[in-house]
Nanobody, 115 residues
């Protein structure tokens, strides 16, 4: 059974940085598109960034130039480097692994940006 586990969230001041990790197991990581989503209180879950099996990345407009998604196929891990964080980035961040109609979701990791 496939599984993804997020880590790396926490409390950070505005302008600070965090790196989230998503460790995958139980599925063929290299063929899966990996993505990061987030959900703020009272809002719907939204796409932050995705990276496909070829390493091509796409980003939400709100994070372009500040966030970088990457993957290490040897370690079956995806990452989200977040720089220049803003209070509006505060949310629970979820990792997703997707291959056609198969999806794996993690439990989420809280990111709070506050002074």
């Amino acid at each position: 059974q496939g599984r993804v586990v997020e880590s790396g969230g926490g409390l950070v001041q505005p302008g600070g940085s965090l790196r989230l990790s998503c460790e995958a197991s139980g599925f063929t990581f290299v063929i899966y598109e990996m993505g990061w989503y987030r959900q703020a209180p009272g809002k719907e879950r939204e796409l932050v960034a995705v990276i496909d099996s070829d390493g091509e990345a796409k980003y939400a407009d709100s994070v372009k130039g500040r966030f970088t998604i990457s993957r290490d196929n040897a370690k079956t891990t995806a990452y989200l480097q977040m720089n220049s964080l803003r209070p509006s980035d505060t949310a629970v961040y979820y990792c997703n692994g997707r291959y056609y109609y198969t999806n794996y979701w993690g439990q989420g990791t809280q990111v709070t940006v506050s002074s």
